[in-house]
């Protein structure tokens, strides 16, 4: 198992996707300061169609993204190296991400990072617009269609929802619960996002509490046969092993097993 200590971290991104700072070589140059064990690039992806550019680098800087992944791995003094994408889910992009991007040597994985979802023909933004208990079941479908697609090697922040969805009520429970019965399906590892631990925190009716982790997803998820992974989600190059002892606090809480992250990665 990983050990308690060890920094290990498979969500990072860089400046390439516009709300974040740092280059490949300033994560490394911060991890290896901080003994890191493994660090796993996961910048959010370009997409051929040029859909939500604003948030991700374009088509013509991957190239650029993976050798600068590459050279780094190459002088790696012991820190494992491994690259990978944050992908949004929606089935037109599919065939894209297995033939095309999984194709690049470079990129091992594929995080499902899912930001945005469908509702009544229109695309809507995970953080903030899930209001009401249609649209938190329109965003369910698509972390349950993101599971059914196998392309990706663990599902980021699945308690995302509650950045906006503020009420842990009936359909709150029951996403949940079909959020963790499909994870446990598919043995696909759930994260434990650290980010939210340094985001501000939010008031709701049960008091003041981090938008996400949801300490109610988590405790629910004690009762499913589940896997976790603990990750910084770092946008910082400081914070390349951030808030993962705070996730890993969760983890330990509620008794969820984290998942053994080398092997893992001994499997992209
Ligand atoms: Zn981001
Ligand atoms: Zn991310």
Redesign the pocket.
């Known amino acids: 198992m990983n050990s308690v200590a060890e920094p290990i971290n498979l969500h990072t ?1 860089t400046f390439l ?1 516009k ?2 700072s740092g280059s490949v070589k300033d994560y490394v140059a911060n991890a290896k300061e901080k003994s890191g064990a493994i660090l796993g690039f996961s ?2 992806t370009p997409l051929p169609d040029g859909r939500w550019s604003n ?1 991700r680098m374009s088509m013509d800087q991957i190239q650029g993204y993976m050798d600068d992944i590459d050279r780094a791995a190459e002088s790696s003094d012991g820190l494992l190296i491994i690259g990978g994408l ?1 992908c949004e889910y929606a089935k037109e992009y599919v065939s894209f991400y297995k033939e095309e991007i999984l194709a690049y040597k470079t990129i091992r994985y594929l995080v499902a ?1 899912i ?1 945005y979802y469908k509702r009544s023909g229109s695309w809507y933004n995970a953080y903030g617009d899930i209001t009401t208990m249609k649209d938190l079941g329109a965003y369910t479908d698509f972390i349950l269609a993101a599971i059914d697609s196998d392309i990706y090697a663990f599902i980021a922040h699945p308690d995302l929802f509650a950045n906006c969805y503020l009420e842990w009520d009936e359909q709150a429970v029951s996403c949940s619960k079909a959020i963790l019965e499909a994870a446990s399906e598919k043995k696909i590892p759930l994260e434990i996002n650290g ?1 939210g631990f340094r985001k501000p925190q939010i008031t709701t009716q049960q008091g003041t509490r981090f938008m996400y982790p949801l300490d109610n997803f988590w405790q629910l998820a004690a009762e499913y046969d589940i896997r976790v992974i603990c990750n910084s ?1 770092a ?1 910082n190059p400081l914070d390349v092993y951030e808030s993962i002892d705070r996730s890993r606090a969760v983890a330990q809480m509620y008794n969820l097993k984290e998942i053994d992250c080398r092997e893992l990665v001994a499997g992209f």
Do not use: M
Request: charge should be negative; proline fraction near 0%; hydrophobic fraction near 15%.
């Open positions: 991104h996707c709300h974040a910048d959010h948030v944050e990072g930001h980010y989600d946008h």
